[in-house]
C-alpha cells in the first residue's frame, strides 16, 4: 500500500541554525511533492512544489529536494528563527484514471525553533 | 482577501444529529475538497469536486455527502453523525486539480465534537 513517512517525533534546534525535515514515501510515483505549513489552529499553507523531474527548488530561506530513486524530499530551512516553529506537512499527487490528480499528506513534523 | 471560509468554526453535536458544514472560496477556483484531520493519522481527503456539477470520493467517504452548489461553494453533510465523526474538518480549493501542479488553499477549519 501507498505510504508516506514523515518523523513523528518534534525537531528542536536553535535559532540560526539550519532545519532539516524528511518526507520517505513507499509505493507511490510522484509527478510532484508539495510541503506546506501548518500553525496551531489555522489549515495548513502552501510552501513549495517541486516536480520529478526537479532536483531541488529554493525560495528565499527555504530548499527542497526530491529524490526519486530514494523516494526521499528533504525540506530545508536556513537561518531558522523561532517564528518558523510549526507542523511542516508533505504532499504527494495520486494521479487517477479519470486525469484528476489529488494530494495524499504526510502526518507532518512539528519543527521547534528555541532562542 | 478571504480565500476559503468555513462555517461555523466549532460545533457540538449529539450522536444521531445531522448537520452541515460550509465552505465558500473567492478565487475563482474551479476544485474544491474536503479532508477531515485526526491526531496522528494526518490529513485524509473525503471529497473532492473537480469543478462545479462533479464531486468524486476520496480515500474516506462513508457517512458523509457533499453538494458543489456552485463554483464558489461546497458543502459537507453529516447525515447522523457519529462519536468516530469527532475531527477537525477542513476545505480547500485549487484551480484545477488535474496534473497541472496547482497548490491547495485552505480554510481554517471546522471543529466538530461527536457527544
Known amino acids: 500500500s501507498q505510504k508516506i513517512e514523515q518523523n513523528s517525533e518534534a525537531l528542536n534546534i536553535q535559532e540560526g541554525k539550519t532545519a532539516t525535515l524528511t518526507c520517505n514515501y513507499t509505493n507511490y510515483s510522484p509527478a510532484y511533492l508539495q510541503w506546506y505549513r501548518q500553525d496551531p489552529g489555522r489549515g495548513p499553507v502552501f510552501l513549495l512544489l517541486i516536480r520529478e523531474n526537479e532536483k531541488e527548488k529554493r525560495k528565499e530561506r527555504l530548499k527542497v529536494t526530491f529524490d526519486t530513486t530514494l523516494k526521499q524530499s528533504l525540506f530545508h530551512i536556513t537561518a531558522s528563527q523561532p517564528a518558523d516553529s510549526a507542523t511542516y506537512l508533505c504532499?504527494?499527487?495520486?494521479?487517477?484514471?479519470?486525469?484528476?490528480?489529488?494530494?495524499?499528506f504526510g502526518k507532518g513534523t512539528m519543527l521547534l525553533v528555541s532562542p | 482577501n478571504a480565500g476559503v471560509t468555513q462555517t461555523p468554526k466549532f460545533q457540538v453535536l449529539k450522536t444521531g444529529q445531522s448537520m452541515t458544514l460550509q465552505c465558500a472560496q473567492d478565487m475563482n477556483h474551479n476544485s474544491m475538497y474536503w479532508y477531515r484531520q485526526d491526531p496522528g493519522m494526518g490529513l485524509r481527503l473525503i471529497y473532492y469536486s473537480a469543478s462545479e456539477g462533479t464531486t468524486d470520493k476520496g480515500e474516506v467517504p462513508n457517512g458523509y455527502n457533499v453538494s458543489r452548489l456552485n463554483k464558489r461553494e461546497f458543502s459537507l453533510r453529516l447525515e447522523s453523525a457519529a462519536p468516530s465523526q469527532t475531527s477537525v474538518y477542513f476545505c480547500?480549493?485549487?484551480?484545477?486539480?488535474?496534473?497541472?501542479?496547482?497548490?491547495?488553499?485552505f480554510g481554517d477549519g471546522t471543529r466538530l465534537s461527536i457527544l
Open positions: 504532499a504527494l499527487a495520486d494521479l487517477l484514471n479519470s486525469g484528476y490528480s489529488t494530494l495524499t
Open positions: 480547500a480549493s485549487s484551480v484545477w486539480t488535474g496534473i497541472s501542479n496547482q497548490p491547495q488553499h
